[in-house]
């Protein structure tokens, strides 16, 4: 098992932060990973598992080990009259697995199309777009134990499967590392269609499918989104805070054009995009650190933007909307 020293992390992070590992690990197997979690010159150091990297800060040199889970296969493992159970391993890329879902008629993910990274991230911050989650599609998580190397699984229900959360951003934080995901997906798909403009976007296509959704959604993404090959960014920045009933009603009574999306239990909950928009963020650039103009809940680096110059931006942000509306706004990124 090769380890590579000092290399720059710039092109395995989306945001393109030209960050330095002291050493990383392309693991192509179980047995690689195993290997490295054991070497003991490693064992005292910093660890950080890697997938695309599209959901990282760093905010300076990586003074430990970067392991990357390169595993690959996708493979179906059960069937019965209404599901096929379909285990992808972790290194897999996300939308390849969606186009392959979406290829074999199978629905569940579709609406997840374009979301960059690996499928061994889905479950840790429990992806979402469009209407669905991926929790609402994975049937068990297999996981390896970095303590004893041991292997265990965790049903869907067992992940504690929240908006962007889950057991393994909790609980399991660097104690586990994701090698595989089953998938339950449908024989017959149930379309979600009603969320935002996706139904206005299908009115350009001859019907309505896995397919045409599949394409309208990436459709609407590419128009919305900045694509991390043009403009560094790690999509959303900040995740959209979610309040309880009492909490809405007094911002209301200051604010009553502020938009909400109620959630179960009277909580509501609110695009931080607007809060950031409103405190006068958008489009917003410190040198090489920005604010998208699109979208200002996503922060971009121009070129040479250190994490640092990221973060603080950040801090800036979140200031202004706790000032003006007395909302916290959490990162969804995870700054390393
Ligand atoms: P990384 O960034 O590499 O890692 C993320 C975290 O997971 C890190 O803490 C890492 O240590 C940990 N991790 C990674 N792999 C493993 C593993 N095998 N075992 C244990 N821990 C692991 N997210 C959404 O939810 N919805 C969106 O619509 C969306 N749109 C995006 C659009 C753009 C343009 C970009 C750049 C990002 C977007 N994201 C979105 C965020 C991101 O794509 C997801 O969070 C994705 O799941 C991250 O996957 P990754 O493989 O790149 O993870
Ligand atoms: N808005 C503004 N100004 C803008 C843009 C948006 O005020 O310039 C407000 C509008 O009120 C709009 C609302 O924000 O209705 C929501 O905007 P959008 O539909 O673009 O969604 P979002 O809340 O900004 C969330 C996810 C995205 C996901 C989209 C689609 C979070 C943190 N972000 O964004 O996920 O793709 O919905 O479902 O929940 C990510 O997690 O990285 C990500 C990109």
Redesign the pocket.
């Known amino acids: 098992m090769e380890i590579t020293e000092n290399i720059s992390l710039k092109a395995l992070n989306t945001f393109g932060i030209d960050a330095k590992a002291r050493y990383f690990a392309n693991c192509k197997t179980v047995k690689d990973i195993e290997e490295i979690l054991a070497r003991k010159e490693l064992y005292e150091l910093p660890r950080l598992v890697l997938g695309g990297g599209s ?1 990282i800060l760093f905010t300076g040199d990586f003074g430990g080990t970067v392991l990357k889970p390169d595993l690959k296969g996708i493979e179906v493992t059960g069937e019965d009259e209404n599901f096929v159970r379909i285990r992808a391993m972790a290194g897999e890329n996300w939308d390849g697995f969606v186009q392959f879902a979406v290829d074999h008629g199978l629905g569940g993910v579709e609406n997840l199309s374009g ?1 960059p990274g690996n499928v061994g991230s889905c479950p840790i ?1 429990n ?5 669905a989650e991926a929790r609402d599609t994975i049937e068990r998580v297999e996981m390896l134990n970095v303590k004893d190397l041991s292997r265990s699984e965790l049903h869907g229900h067992q992940c504690a499967f929240g ?2 959360d889950s057991i393994f951003k909790r609980e399991l934080k660097s104690k586990a590392i994701i090698l595989s995901v089953t998938f339950q997906l449908r024989k017959k798909p149930v379309f979600v269609t009603s ?2 403009n996706i139904s206005e976007e299908l009115n350009h296509y001859p019907d309505i499918s896995l397919r045409t959704i599949r394409e309208a959604i990436l459709a609407i ?1 590419k128009r ?2 900045p694509d991390p090959a043009e403009i560094g960014n ?3 920045f ?3 805070p979610v309040i309880g009933a009492s909490r809405l009603s007094a911002l209301l009574n200051d604010h009553p054009q502020i ?1 909400h999306f109620l959630q179960k239990h009277g909580e509501a ?1 609110i ?4 809060l ?3 405190c006068g963020w ?1 489009a917003v650039r410190r040198g090489d650190a920005g604010v998208h103009k ?5 922060l971009v680096n121009y070129g040479n933007a250190t994490g640092n110059e990221i973060i603080a931006l950040a801090r800036d942000i979140q200031k202004s909307v706790k000032e003006k509306f007395g909302v916290d706004i959490e990162p ?1 990124v995870n700054l390393v």
């Open positions: 959901n979301i911050q992806i979402g777009a469009y209407g908006y962007r969320y935002g993404r919305k989104l790690a999509g959303s900040f995740k959209n938009p909950k695009p931080a995009a607007w950031i928009e409103q958008k699109n979208q200002p809940l996503v969804e």
